[in-house]
Every structure is written in C-alpha cells, then in structure tokens.
C-alpha cells in the first residue's frame, strides 16, 4: 500500500511539470508577425507570458537581425569614393 501511494504521488508531480515549449525561437523566427506580437507582450506583460518564451522570442529577434552567423562577410573589392 505504501509503494503504491508513492508511485501515485510520484507520478501526480511529474504531471504537474511544464509542457514543452510550443514555438521554438526557428519557429518565431520564421513568423515575424507573431515575433512583433510576443515582442511587444513581453514588453507590457512579462510576468504573464513567462521568461522562458521571452527570452526566445529574444534569441528570435536577434537571429533575424544578426542573421545565422553562415553568411561569410564579402567586402567590396574598392573602397568607397566618398
């Protein structure tokens, strides 16, 4: 009876877990209309939507804006004329 009530309250707690997290900062990054609108969420209700999905939805706009680090840096072949 024992081992039974332990298995049970053991299972309950890892119920009690968080899901898995349903966009991925790939995901966001590949939506910018949803990335404007969790950006701008976290900006007025952080508390509510959690630091886990803000701060990928961070790492999502610093990937659209810095791009995937695999583009190599091409730099013109003459200077500028200014």
């Given amino acids: 009876m024992k081992t039974t009530s332990l298995v049970f309250v053991c299972i309950t707690l890892a119920a009690c877990g968080k899901s898995p997290p349903s966009e ?11 990335l ?11 508390a ?18 810095f791009g995937d680090g695999k583009t190599p840096y091409n730099p013109p072949k003459e200077a500028p004329k200014f």
């Fill in 24 to 34: 991925t900062v790939e995901s966001l990054a590949a939506n910018p209309e949803r």
């Fill in 36 to 46: 404007k609108q969790l950006r701008e969420q976290c900006k007025t209700d952080r």
């Fill in 48 to 65: 509510k939507l959690g630091d886990e999905l803000c701060n990928r939805v961070a790492e999502a706009t610093n990937r659209r804006f």
